[in-house]
Nanobody, 125 residues
Framework: QVQLVESGGGLVQAGGSLRLSCAASGFPVSTYHMGWFRQAPGKEREFVAAIAWTDGDTNYVDSVKGRFTISRDNAKNTVYLQMNSLKPEDTAVYYC??????????????????WGQGTQVTVSS
């Protein structure tokens, strides 16, 4: 069955880096658009980054542009989120998800059908 398992979260000081991994099983990430979302306490889940399987196109929320990079390793069936220059406002639970259908609407969490359990990222000031 389809499963997504995130890892790599933790506690880091502001300015530090983390790399999140999302190991997929039950389907090939090479033929699905994939996304990362995050949810801070008391806030709604928000889009962070997405990658298209067709041409590798990537998109980011403005607040992480230039700091975060989404990528995938088809051989390992894994999607990554490299996070650099972390800020306290990046503190959240981070989720990876598989998108349904085409790449259109990649910011809309309702267009994703499978989600991982999440990994906590805490950035101290």
């Amino acid at each position: 069955q389809v499963q997504l398992v995130e890892s790599g979260g933790g506690l880091v000081q502001a300015g530090g880096s983390l790399r999140l991994s999302c190991a997929a099983s039950g389907f090939p990430v090479s033929t699905y658009h994939m996304g990362w979302f995050r949810q801070a306490p008391g806030k709604e889940r928000e889009f962070v980054a997405a990658i298209a399987w067709t041409d590798g196109d990537t998109n980011y929320v403005d607040s992480v542009k230039g700091r975060f990079t989404i990528s995938r390793d088809n051989a390992k069936n894994t999607v990554y989120l490299q996070m650099n220059s972390l800020k306290p406002e990046d503190t959240a639970v981070y989720y990876c998800a598989r998108k349904m259908g085409g790449y259109t609407g990649y910011r809309d969490l309702h267009r994703y059908d499978y989600w991982g359990q999440g990994t906590q990222v805490t950035v101290s000031s």
